[in-house]
């Protein structure tokens, strides 16, 4: 609050300045020319005044003026009686060829020469006046023409000569810098007042409300007080009254829910487990994470055409936080007998080893997460042999499929010395047995398909309000759920879309696919470059399809939790699963368990590891555009039917393969690994090479 008032003190001064300054300058500016106006009023008044005595002078004796001859004392006589006016320097009278005839006394001494607007006015014959400077003196000359008086000789308005009347101009100065040291103070003046009482109103109709409510939010957050208590004076935010109170009540239950499960999940008297962060640096999180992993192994292992990058320096960064991690095992693990250890995922591809190397008593399995690509493709990795030693660390290591299993014995039979046992796919190097098997991974089925039963109408009100929310109008609508990475197929998708609708217009207008589109990893320039070419398509099918309040592509372009997913997939027509490359997927499950109605249809890229299970998607290769987009069109015209009997089968999979029997498949076989001592082990090791 304090902040707000200096930054609003700050603004205030600012402003206020600002705006009375521009104000005052124009004032002050207005003054400026007026006093300048004036000053050359009066000298015009009084120079035409003195001219026409000046001529008279001059023309007195006509045989004089005929010969030419200057009436020098009568002239001089008549300056100096005319020379002492307010603010006036004095007068001048020059002949026609510009020399000086007469001139006042105090004039003398500062205007030395004929002035340039004398010169002009005699030639020119006219009057002439201008703001000059004499010397130190801001001054104004009125320069006019002295002319011959008519006579028989027919010489009418023959020049003589010139008259200069000078006046001082340095009080215009004064009066300027006067207005501009009562603006200051009137600026200062109000400056001060509207602050103070700007303040005074904030502080009384503002800060103090709000101050009041921290108060009683934060006696509520810490349980001092209940949510019944009387909410604050909160007259200026009436709006907002309700919420608060809304959200106190929210607040005081989510308490009460989150103590009775802290006391039912991790009880104070017996802990059921504990979580360890391990807190990486600046410089590590740089290389270890977004090089190393995501800029290496990522693309490496997803043959998705984006080239990997190998730093030396992301993989020093790599091997120390594998260590690190492994540090922080060997701490919770120090005074446990036989422990078990399960690693995920290809940030940890060095921990088997540091683990066993120390603890070889631990079981350890790792799953990775990701496919495992063939030696060839591999063989980019300039630290391979490392890598595929420190996975051999682990008794146990599970993939998606039985195919990346393959790839990975494969690896290991290429870059390491070891023996590779096909029939019970393990790999024996350095004494130590590593099993190596699929465990494709799957999402947690909880839909009771009794309780809820085929609440069509329910899926079709919803679709219809979501499609209203989204700023729309139309009859069918797809859904795709990803991270914007290169590996799904994201810009392979719109393409899809594209070509369907120009290969079937009846469905523009009417069909609308809603992408939501999490940001990942936009640290990195590919995955940043990348969303900004998905946003750029969306906009230009967009730009070429859309028509009234129906446009084809709707890019959700962030973060959204699974509870807000789950109503797009239940609305949906049709699920686009197109990655180019993926261990599992689990869009498409999460997209099966969702349909408890059993219609909908999924569409799946061959290049999943999902594929091998779901063969009742429609299965597609995402590189094929027009094949996805016939696909689109099979799924939106079959038959209700087979969508029914496809979307039974396939969440039959779903529900009897889910991810508790995943991770108990994986955790009993790991149990069940028999740790042999290394003297058997070599023993066994050297009867199979001599039977070989």
Known sequence: MRLLSVRLIVSLILGITLVSSSFSYYEV???????????????????????????????????????????????????????????????????????????????ATTLTASPSLMTQAIALDREENSFVRLGS????????????????????????????????????????????????????????????????????????????????????????????QEVPDLDMFRPLAREVATMAESLSHARNAAENEARLRVPPDDPRYSLRRVWLNKEEEEGYYYGFSNEGLWPLCHIAHTRPLFRANDWQHYQDVNRKFANAV?????????????????HFALLPRLIKEKRPDARVAIFWHIPWPNPEAFGICPWQRQLVDGLLGADLIGFHIQSHCNNFLETVDRVVESRVDWEHFSALRQDHRTIVRPFPISVAFTGDDAAEGNNHAFTYL???????????????????????????????????????????????????????????????????????????????????????KWK????????????????????ADLCLVTSLHDGMNLVAKEFLAARRDERGVLILSQFTGAARELRDAL??????????????????????????????????????????????????????????????????????????
């Open 619 to 692: 299965l597609v290769n995402p590189y094929d555009i027009d094949q996805t987009a016939d696909a689109i069109r099979a799924a939106l015209e079959m038959e209700p039917e087979d969508k029914q009997l496809r979307m039974h089968r396939m969440r039959k999979i779903v529900r009897e393969h889910n991810i508790y029997r995943w991770a108990g498949n994986l955790i009993t076989e790991l149990c069940e690994v028999r740790l042999d001592a290394p003297e058997d082990t070599q023993e066994k090791f050297r009867a199979s090479m001599s039977v070989a």
């Open 29 to 107: 500016l207005g003054e400026k020319r007026a006093l300048r106006s004036d000053l050359e009023r009066r000298a015009e008044l009084f120079g035409e005044s003195l001219a026409g005595n000046v001529e008279r002078a001059w023309n007195a004796d006509s045989s004089r003026a005929n010969s030419g001859k200057v009436p020098t004392n009568e002239l001089q006589q008549l300056v100096q009686r005319f020379g002492n006016r307010e603010h006036m320097l004095g007068v001048a009278i020059y002949d026609r060829q510009g020399a000086l005839v007469a001139i006042t006394p105090e004039l």
């Open 137 to 228: 003196i801001p001054a104004h000359i009125l320069a006019l023409p002295i002319r011959r008086q008519n006579d028989n000789n027919n010489n009418d308005n023959e020049v003589l000569g010139g008259l200069a009347v000078v006046h001082d101009a340095s009080y215009i100065r004064t009066q300027i810098l006067l207005a501009w040291r009562q603006t200051f103070f009137r600026v200062l003046a109000q400056v001060f007042l509207i602050v103070l009482i700007t303040l005074l109103i904030v502080r009384w109709s503002i800060t103090g409300p709000i101050a009041r409510a921290a108060l009683w939010i934060r006696a509520l957050r810490t349980g001092k007080i209940s949510f019944r």
């Open 552 to 571: 084809p592509i709707v890019f959700l372009k962030r973060q959204h939790s699974h509870q807000e997913i789950e109503p797009y997939y239940r609305a």
């Open 330 to 346: 060997f701490e919770e693990i120090d005074n446990v007998a036989k422990p078990v250890v399960l690693v995920q995922d290809y």
């Open 462 to 548: 919803e679709r219809s309000a979501l499609i209203r929310s989204l700023g729309v109008e139309a009859t069918y609508m797809g859904i795709g759920v990803d991270r914007v990475d290169y590996t799904k197929g994201i810009l392979e998708r719109f393409f899809a879309i594209e070509s369907f609708l120009e290969k079937y217009p009846s469905y523009q207008g009417k069909f609308t696919f809603v992408q939501i589109g999490a940001p990942s990893r936009t640290h990195i320039k590919r995955y940043h470059d990348l969303f900004a070419e998905v946003e750029a398509e969306a906009e230009r099918i967009n730009w070429r399809f859309q028509s009234g």
